[in-house]
């Protein structure tokens, strides 16, 4: 099976890093801490969203971006079960909105390097960010790809415009022919 990931909160468990950096900067923005649940509930849709909705400027955006990749790269583990599933695949590709450089060290700490063919990164790469499918089209010209999994329907909305089925992780709320919320030894079947 050829597979497309997204990474944060889809191959590592990055929220909590995610939620700790935004609520850092609400603090910083407002002088107040702002409700755990709920802004996980918009980061969940996308930062940009989320900063909106809490009244955060843009220029807030370079120390949101430091404080993630500080926190996930420090702490972020891998989901259980998910060295399985990028060892039994036959090709994996990342589009992940993280710099590339954050991503293999984020990998390689982990030792899941080895199972990836290509990792996109719209900041390193030229292409535009996610919900377009412009990276997801490249890749699956380039891999004939199967299916893409992702936590948020950005992920997932670029996914079908390439002609992917899709797998929602951990998230009930978006459309997805089929929605996990671990990875275990059913993975393929449940993609059969």
Do not use: C
């Amino acid at each position: 099976m050829k597979l497309l990931w997204d990474l944060d909160g889809t191959i590592f468990d990055t929220y909590p890093a995610i939620v700790d950096s935004f609520l850092a900067v609400h603090e910083a923005a407002h002088g107040v801490t702002a409700d755990r649940k709920e802004a996980l509930r918009w980061l969940k849709k996308n930062s940009q969203l989320a900063f909106q909705q809490y009244g955060i400027s843009e220029e807030f955006r370079p120390l949101f971006k430091e404080l993630d990749h500080k926190r996930a790269e420090a702490g972020s583990p891998p989901f259980e079960g998910i060295q399985d599933i990028l060892a039994a695949a036959e090709v994996n590709v990342i589009v992940t909105h993280r710099t590339k450089a954050s991503t293999i060290e984020l990998l390689t700490k982990w030792g899941l390097m080895e199972y990836f063919d290509e990792i996109v990164s719209p900041e390193d790469d030229g292409f535009p960010r996610k919900p377009d499918p412009a990276a997801y089209h490249y890749l699956n010209e380039k891999y004939d790809l199967d299916w893409a999994i992702g936590d948020r329907s950005l992920d997932l909305i670029p996914a079908r415009a390439a002609g992917l089925k899709t797998v929602s992780f951990q998230n009930e709320d978006i459309e997805a022919d089929v929605h996990l919320d671990t990875y275990d030894e059913s993975f393929f079947e449940k993609l059969t």
